[in-house]
């Protein structure tokens, strides 16, 4: 059992939380039963290390039994080693460290694909993680984040992601003019999603939602700027039919991604 926190092996693994650790190593950091759990399933062959208190694995058999069928060994922790080497405050009893994964855009873009989320500068990790989460379950095929766009491997992206980085394709550090460019190649309509767009019940009402589809989502704080916006077929607004001051970008996103999805299984 690893008892030590201040450990030079702990400490590496701690720095990870840092994008100039995980830049220098090509791996990341994985918090949690229900991402650990995800990664064993669909990636296996992506962990490097994984850790667990004996209070972790006597709780989630299930990921232990996992962790068995994949050949990925489980090195038990203390709980205070534990904590030393994750970037939460209250971890919950596992912590990986993973191989790094991205997807190229032009693998993306040559799969022929219906549905993908294109994240522009979008730089919150919460919301990041969480559209990601959102395209997996609306059934994307692919998320691409462009422009200086919060780093995919963040410890905050991978938790709000919930796992669903293990479950589509993601590319990272595209030019916004050149995926597009690819995506109209590949026969997908772009649409923004932007507060100077029209209502979107107009894309619903005239079928445009049904084609296959790119969507493009801007920074929390700025949108998408004027010149981004040219590059588009067309710029659509969520209503808000409340007094709310605006929605959370990452609402918005779930909210485009679902009217495709429908549209598309309607």
């Known amino acids: 059992m ?87 405050v209250t971890p919950q009893g596992f912590v990986a460290v993973c191989h790094q994964f991205p997807t190229a855009v032009k693998d993306v873009f040559a799969s022929g694909p219906r549905l993908v989320a294109i994240l522009e500068e979008v730089r919150d990790p919460g919301n990041a993680g969480t559209i990601v989460r959102a395209a997996d379950a609306a059934g994307a095929d692919a998320v691409v984040f462009t422009g200086r766009a919060v780093d995919l491997y963040n410890p905050k992206v991978v938790r709000a992601s919930t796992g669903s980085i293990f479950h589509l394709p993601v590319a990272v550090g595209a030019n916004l003019e050149d995926v597009l460019a690819r995506a109209r190649a590949a026969g997908l309509a772009v649409l923004a999603a932007d507060v100077k767009g029209e209502d979107l019940l107009a894309a619903r009402r005239d079928g445009q939602l049904a084609a296959p589809t790119a969507w493009v989502f801007g920074n929390e704080a700025r949108g998408l700027a004027d010149e981004d916006l040219a590059l588009v077929d067309r710029v659509l607004t969520v209503p808000i039919y409340g007094h709310a001051e605006s929605m959370n970008l990452a609402t918005a996103a779930s909210v485009c991604l679902y009217e495709s999805a429908f549209a598309h299984r309607g």
Do not use: H
């Open 2 to 88: 690893l008892e030590n926190p201040r450990s030079p092996r702990v400490r590496a693994v701690a720095k990870l939380a840092k994008k100039p650790s995980r830049a220098e190593t090509g791996l990341f950091l994985l918090e949690g039963p229900q991402a650990v759990a995800e990664a064993l399933t669909f990636r296996p062959e992506l962990l490097v290390e994984l850790y667990a208190t004996p209070t972790a694995l006597e709780r989630y058999t299930d990921i232990a039994q996992t962790a068995v069928d994949a050949g990925v060994d489980v090195e038990y922790v203390t709980e205070e080693v534990l904590e030393s080497m994750a970037d939460t």
